[in-house]
């Protein structure tokens, strides 16, 4: 069912530009209001330009990784909701994810 308020915002950031399509595409479906960004340098600089309600980031990216985008998050909008998705099993980067604030971790 769409959201009959003002749609939450979401920022998708991902390398993998068809899973960060696709996860827009389920999200907008849903009613939510979702930018992407396919890096982390242009992630951050979304976060530092505008709100999120949720910011979805991939913890592997070439330039600025998850965690990279975690500690954007803390400087400029700490109220935001994070979540990490990962295609590989890293307990040690999804433990410090976490311990950064990330409120989720997904595999």
């Given at each position: 069912t769409?959201?009959?308020?003002e749609?939450?915002?979401?920022?998708?950031?991902?390398?993998?530009?068809?899973?960060?399509?696709?996860?827009?595409?389920?999200?907008?479906?849903?009613?939510?209001?979702?930018?992407?960004?396919?890096?982390?340098?242009?992630?951050?600089?979304?976060?530092?330009?505008?709100?999120?309600?949720?910011?979805?980031?991939?913890?592997?990216?070439?330039?600025?990784?998850?965690l990279?985008?975690?500690?954007?998050?803390?400087?400029?909008?700490?109220?935001?909701?994070?979540?990490?998705?990962?295609?590989?099993?890293?307990?040690?980067?999804?433990?410090?994810?976490?311990?950064?604030?990330?409120?989720?971790?997904?595999?």
């Open positions: 769409p959201l009959t308020e749609s939450l915002r979401v920022l998708v950031i991902d390398d993998e530009k068809a899973f960060a399509q696709t996860v827009a595409e389920v999200l907008e479906d849903e009613g939510y209001s979702v930018t992407l960004a396919y890096n982390g340098k242009e992630g951050v600089k979304r976060i530092c330009e505008e709100e999120y309600d949720l910011i979805l980031t991939d913890l592997n990216m070439p330039d600025i990784d998850g990279g985008i975690i500690r954007a998050v803390n400087k400029e909008q700490a109220d935001s909701v994070v979540m990490v998705i990962s295609g590989q099993k890293e307990v040690k980067k999804a433990v410090q994810a976490l311990a950064e604030g990330a409120s989720r971790y997904m595999l």
